[in-house]
């Protein structure tokens, strides 16, 4: 296992932790020019979740794998926060800016892994 697909496990973690939903993994790591080697991408229902499943995945890296992000974008507004851990990018979004952005599909040869949610 790499230190991406690690990052993108704990990342996965922190997420849940926080009952973030519908949970994508795409894969860009065959694609030349990609900005990351993975999207993670997943959704809450309200600002307030939103920034809780971010905060999440901030203590889950920093603790369980000594890594901080090299920026985070989005806080205070909260429909849709993005954290950058270079190779690994985490968009966090409210349903309906999630739905209009439709990242999932911007990369028509990328690998998605759809994570089940945990109820």
């Known amino acids: ?18 009952k ?7 894969d860009l790591s065959p694609i030349d020019g990609a900005i990351a080697r993975y999207f993670v991408i997943c959704q809450g229902n309200s600002p307030s979740q939103v920034e809780a499943i971010a905060e999440s ?3 889950f890296c920093r603790k369980q794998m000594g890594e901080k992000p090299v920026g985070v974008n989005g ?8 954290i950058d851990f270079v190779d690994v990018l985490v968009h966090i979004f409210q349903p309906e800016v999630r739905a209009f952005y439709n990242l999932e599909d911007l990369w028509e040869d990328a690998k998605l892994t759809k994570i089940p949610n945990i109820d």
Do not use: F, H, R, Y
Not at 20 to 26: E, S
Not at 75 to 82: C, I, K
């Open 20 to 26: 973030g939903q519908d949970i994508v993994v795409v």
């Open 57 to 59: 995945v901030g203590d």
């Open 1 to 18: 296992m790499t230190e991406s697909t690690k990052l993108v496990e704990t990342i996965t973690q922190g997420i849940q932790e926080k």
């Open 75 to 82: 806080l205070g507004n909260n429909q849709w926060v993005a």
